[in-house]
């Protein structure tokens, strides 16, 4: 079984910074891809930022040039740096990690979601 983390939501005023982390523990053979999602009141979830570990990374149009996705690989963890917070911003992300897990077979898990509120 393979759970998510995540950590780093929180209020900041527009014009900030936070950092939100999601580290993935358990029985792991392999990542594929981790990868943001966000999902605003009253909104569908949406993609934010994915980065497969070959392949190229995408960002959603609205977050291009001020949000960037990293990974650690010897910890499992993918990071999401976000600059330049704009009110519409603010949502629950959650983190999706896909791979295989110990005994062959692949996985797709969730995080249990962390909330950004950009206050203007």
């Known amino acids: 079984q393979v759970q998510l983390v995540e950590s780093g939501g929180g209020l900041v005023q527009a014009g900030g910074s936070l950092k939100l982390s999601c580290a993935a523990s358990?029985?792991?053979?392999?990542?594929?891809?981790m990868g943001w999602y966000r999902q605003a009141p009253g909104k569908q979830r949406e993609l934010v930022a994915t980065?497969?570990?070959?392949?190229?990374?995408s960002y959603v149009d609205s977050v291009k040039g001020r949000f960037t996705i990293s990974m650690d690989n010897a910890k499992n963890t993918v990071y999401l740096q976000m600059n330049n917070l704009k009110p519409e911003d603010t949502a629950v992300y959650y983190c999706?990690?896909?791979?295989?897990?110990?005994?062959?077979?692949?996985?797709?898990?969730w995080g249990q979601g962390t909330l950004v509120t950009v206050s203007s």
């Open positions: 999706k990690v896909a791979g295989v897990n110990s005994v062959y077979r692949s996985f797709e898990v």
């Open positions: 358990g029985s792991i053979r392999v990542i594929n891809a």
């Open positions: 980065m497969p570990t070959v392949g190229i990374i």
